[in-house]
Nanobody, 116 residues
Framework: QVQLVESGGGLVQAGGSLRLSCAAS????????MAWYRQAPGKQRELVARISSGGDIIYADSVKERFTISRDNAKNTLTLQMNSLKPEDTAVYYC??????????WGQGTQVTVSS
């Protein structure tokens, strides 16, 4: 059974930093592409960053040069380091396991609020 649990969200001022973590249970982690998504109020859920099992990474244009995704297969942990945060980064952030093309498992989400 796949279980993803996010942590690390909170309230931060613009320009600040937060570090999100996703703890994964199960034997799938090291062989799976993992990703961070976010959903702001009234908007569709969008991809923030994804990392393949081999370490290939893609970022949304809006977070390039500010966010860093990483994974620790020994600890079954996915991390998102977020720097230079902006009010428009405010959203619920979700950890996801990617199937062939699309997410197949989601965490419960963690709220990130950036004040101006």
């Amino acid at each position: 059974q796949v279980q993803l649990v996010e942590s690390g969200g909170g309230l931060v001022q613009a320009g600040g930093s937060l570090r999100l973590s996703c703890a994964a249970s199960g034997s799938f982690f090291s062989t799976s592409t993992m990703a961070w998504y976010r959903q702001a109020p009234g908007k569709q859920r969008e991809l923030v960053a994804r990392i393949s099992s081999g370490g290939d990474i893609i970022y949304a244009d809006s977070v390039k040069e500010r966010f860093t995704i990483s994974r620790d297969n020994a600890k079954n942990t996915l991390t998102l380091q977020m720097n230079s945060l902006k009010p428009e980064d405010t959203a619920v952030y979700y950890c996801a396991r990617i199937g062939i093309r699309w997410p197949v498992s989601w965490g419960q989400g963690t709220q990130v609020t950036v004040s101006s």
